[in-house]
């Protein structure tokens, strides 16, 4: 079954870094686009990154343009999320998501980029 685990989350300051890692597994991973969303308590989930595979397209949520980044490793079935530049408005769960069915390989046009499958998510807190 399609399995995404995310990880590299964890507490730090504004203005400061981080680097998340989703570890794919259960399907083609260089076939599917896949995606970063965070969710932060009583607010609704906001797309961060999505990263097609057919045309290599990359899109970004406009909240963290300029600031995040995100890439895909197709050998080690891993993409990141480099998070540059961050604000205590970026706290959130953040998971990583694909639709392994057949319009998967991009992105859509779309909120939640057409993604189906998610993982459990990596905690990121921004605070001082």
């Known amino acids: 079954q399609v399995q995404l685990v995310e990880s590299g989350g964890g507490l730090v300051q504004p203005g400061g870094s981080l680097r998340l890692s989703c570890a794919a597994s259960?399907?083609?991973?260089?076939?599917?686009?896949i995606a970063w969303f965070r969710q932060a308590p009583g607010k609704e989930r906001e797309g961060v990154a999505c990263?097609?595979?057919?045309?290599?397209?990359?899109y970004y949520g406009d909240s963290v343009k300029g600031r995040f980044a995100i890439s895909r490793d197709n050998i080690k079935n891993t993409a990141y999320l480099q998070m540059n530049s961050l604000k205590p408005e970026d706290t959130g769960l953040y998971y990583c998501?694909?639709?392994?069915?057949?319009?998967?390989?991009?992105?859509?046009?779309?909120?939640?980029?057409?993604?189906?499958?998610w993982g459990r998510g990596t905690l990121v807190t921004v605070s001082s």
């Open positions: 990263f097609s595979a057919g045309d290599g397209r990359i």
């Open positions: 259960g399907f083609t991973f260089a076939y599917y686009a």
């Open positions: 998501a694909v639709n392994t069915g057949l319009l998967g390989g991009n992105c859509r046009d779309k909120e939640d980029y057409g993604m189906r499958s």
